[in-house]
């Protein structure tokens, strides 16, 4: 793979049978990604955009074509090489926090790093740090329950990036969170996404936010297609 790619989609295909009935998401979708981008992805709901981002993540697999992550071809890594690669490599952010309720923020965020075999106190050392770098230091100690919305998210983004990854996915991080609070974490992650070097993939629905991204990718017609970010209408 040339050095300026980090991710390269082969005329991806994601196909969903049901007996003799098929819904084809998207096909043949092709696509490079260079190291540091922020590249927004948008469409219409059910265009396929989350679907794309399970693929990318290695949490689902093409029905046809291929992926590569700099010189690894994703496609062959068996389950226990693919969940490696997602702890190690993948950050990911969901429209919906999903925090273990009966956890601290700070054990929410330590997680993948004890998944991994991390020792405990180590990854808990690192979780108060990430929860310093979205602003929640002084909230480490709360449940899920005793934050709200946006602190919920600032604890999932901390926890998506505390293992260090080369690249975030971000599915609707913002699609929950009312309009000053969604410009905060689209904000905190454009930062972090600075400061930490990372490559970032965002689906979204706010055209705003998709304008300030370096690249958009355009889900249409089970397509893809790059406009330009100065192309799209403000909001």
Not at 197 to 212: P, V
Request: net charge negative; charged share 25%; hydrophobic share 40%.
């Amino acid at each position: 793979m040339d050095q300026s790619e980090i991710l390269r989609a082969e005329a991806l295909t994601k196909v969903y049978r049901s007996g003799t009935a098929e819904l084809v998401v998207f096909e043949n979708l092709s696509f490079q990604i260079a190291p540091g981008e922020l590249v927004a992805i948008v469409g219409q709901s059910g265009s396929g955009k989350s679907t794309l981002l399970h693929i990318l993540g290695v949490l689902d697999s093409p029905s046809e074509g291929e992926l590569y992550f700099a010189n690894l071809r994703l496609r062959a890594l068996n389950d226990e090489q693919a969940a490696e690669f997602r702890n190690r490599q993948i950050g990911y952010v969901w429209q919906f926090h999903y925090l273990l309720p009966e956890f601290t923020a700070e054990e929410n965020v330590a997680m993948p790093l004890l998944i991994r075999g991390d020792e405990a106190g180590k990854a808990l050392a690192e979780a108060r740090r990430w929860l310093e770098q979205v602003g929640l230091g002084a909230r480490a100690g709360h449940r899920s329950g005793e934050l709200s919305g946006g602190e919920q998210q600032r604890v999932a983004l901390a926890r998506a990036l505390v293992t260090g990854p080369r690249l975030l996915l971000a599915d609707e991080p913002t699609g929950d969170l009312d309009g000053r609070t969604a410009e905060s974490i689209f904000e905190l992650i454009r930062n972090l996404h600075r400061v930490h070097g990372l490559t970032s993939l965002i689906a979204t629905h706010n055209l705003g936010f998709a304008r300030r991204c370096n690249r958009v990718l355009r889900f249409q017609q089970r397509q893809v297609e790059e406009v330009s970010p100065e192309s799209l209408p403000n909001e």
